[in-house]
């Protein structure tokens, strides 16, 4: 299937490649991003550094309530460095609306300065949420589409979790609608976290299905910025690379989760497909996965992984 899919683009690539090499482009990311077992215990650290004085933690319940999971570490990291936080567990998958002006609610009440979220693409986003309505107006319906933020967000760090959607690297927050049921984006540079932590020590007890269904979502991010008008040669060697690494690592991940190996890998491919659609952007995999999901509230790497065998 993967040679069938290289053959079948490679016209297209090398029609586009003269246009590639010779026109302009930008390449977004984080200004630090920690990689490898352990690097989560640097947030207190950077947090401080960064000027963070009182932390609003952004996850879901289920991830707060792990003993020495990836927020009690989260913490421990942070009651460390002397950086005082206070914890908004009101998180969903697939966030709503509901749950950023929630988030701000405890923000303003807990007098924050700051947001961290810990967890996968539901409290990335959710943070980038919280963050554009308490800076932006509360309104966020009226900020979907590129570049609309006029005003940065409060400082933002991204500790994630599963590999994964990328959101911890990018300038998309994907935020539920649900009255109606539809998914809509705000993308802008201004949401782009100012540090992302991925230590693959926090993915070993990911569930198998989480572990698919976000091996399956960065396995399609790695692919649609590969065959996007908008690709460079950056975004195609973090593409090729990314797919690489999935068709050997993913399947490994799912049977035996505390392959650290496997998981390592899974890491390296999401980091390197966040970056390059955060750069080179998606396409119609994406585009039918965000209404799908919001229509049925299902996982976005399952609708993702539907989509892309779709004929």
Same mark, same amino acid.
């Given at each position: 299937?993967?040679?069938?899919?290289?053959?079948?683009?490679s016209?297209y690539?090398?029609s586009k490649?003269?246009?590639?090499?010779?026109?302009?482009?930008?390449?977004l990311m984080?200004?630090v991003?920690?990689?490898g077992?352990g690097v989560?215990?640097k947030?207190g650290?950077?947090?401080?550094m960064?000027?963070?004085?009182?932390?609003?933690?952004?996850?879901?319940?289920?991830?707060a309530?792990?003993?020495?999971?990836?927020?009690?570490?989260?913490?421990?990291?942070?009651e460390?460095?002397?950086?005082?936080?206070?914890?908004?567990t009101?998180v969903e998958?697939?966030?709503?609306?509901?749950n950023?002006?929630?988030?701000k609610?405890?923000?303003e009440?807990?007098? #924050?300065?700051s947001i961290?979220t810990?967890g996968g693409?539901?409290?990335?986003?959710c943070?980038?949420?919280?963050?554009i309505?308490?800076t932006?107006?509360?309104?966020?319906?009226?900020?979907?589409?590129?570049e609309?933020?006029?005003?940065p967000?409060?400082?933002l760090?991204?500790v994630?979790t599963t590999?994964?959607?990328?959101?911890?690297?990018?300038?998309?927050?994907?935020?539920?609608?649900e009255?109606d049921?539809?998914?809509?984006?705000?993308?802008?540079?201004?949401?782009?976290?100012?540090?992302?932590?991925?230590?693959?020590?926090?993915?070993?007890?990911?569930?198998?299905?989480?572990t698919?269904?976000t091996? #399956?979502?960065?396995?399609?991010?790695?692919i649609?910025p590969y065959?996007?008008?908008?690709h460079?040669p950056?975004t195609?060697?973090q #593409?090729?690379?990314a797919?690489?690494?999935?068709q050997?690592?993913?399947?490994?991940a799912v049977?035996?989760?505390h392959?650290?190996?496997a998981?390592?890998k899974?890491?390296?491919a999401e980091m390197?497909a966040?970056?390059?659609?955060?750069?080179?952007?998606?396409?119609?995999v994406?585009?039918?996965a965000?209404q799908?999901g919001?229509?049925?509230d299902?996982p976005?790497?399952v609708c #993702?992984a539907?989509?892309?065998t779709?004929?």
């Open positions: 299937m993967l040679f069938t899919m290289f053959h079948n683009v016209a690539k090398q490649e003269a246009i590639a090499m010779n026109r302009q482009f930008d390449f984080p200004s991003n920690f990689f077992p989560i215990e947030i650290d950077r947090a401080k960064l000027g963070m004085h009182k932390v609003l933690v952004v996850t879901q319940d289920n991830l309530a792990i003993d020495n999971g990836p927020v009690k570490q989260t913490l421990a990291s942070l460390k460095a002397g950086v005082d936080y206070a914890v908004f009101g998958p697939n966030p709503k609306i509901r950023i002006k929630a988030g609610k405890m923000y009440d807990e007098g #924050c300065d961290i810990v693409g539901s409290a990335h986003d943070g980038k949420g919280i963050g309505i308490l932006n107006g509360d309104d966020i319906t009226k900020l979907a589409g590129i609309t933020l006029k005003n967000l409060p400082p760090m991204a994630n590999a994964g959607t990328g959101s911890e690297l990018t300038r998309h927050a994907v935020i539920t609608n009255k049921h539809l998914k809509f984006v705000v993308v802008s540079w201004r949401n782009i976290p100012l540090v992302s932590f991925n230590d693959p020590m926090l993915m070993l007890d990911v569930p198998q299905s989480v698919a269904a091996g #399956c979502d960065a396995f399609v991010q790695a649609e065959v996007s008008v908008d460079n950056i195609d060697s #593409c090729k690379e797919i690489q690494l999935i050997t690592a993913l399947p490994e049977a035996n989760g392959n650290i190996e998981r390592t899974m890491v390296e390197l966040g970056m390059a659609f955060n750069n080179a952007n998606l396409g119609y994406h585009a039918m965000h799908l919001g229509q049925y299902a976005h790497g #993702c539907l989509l892309l779709t004929r």
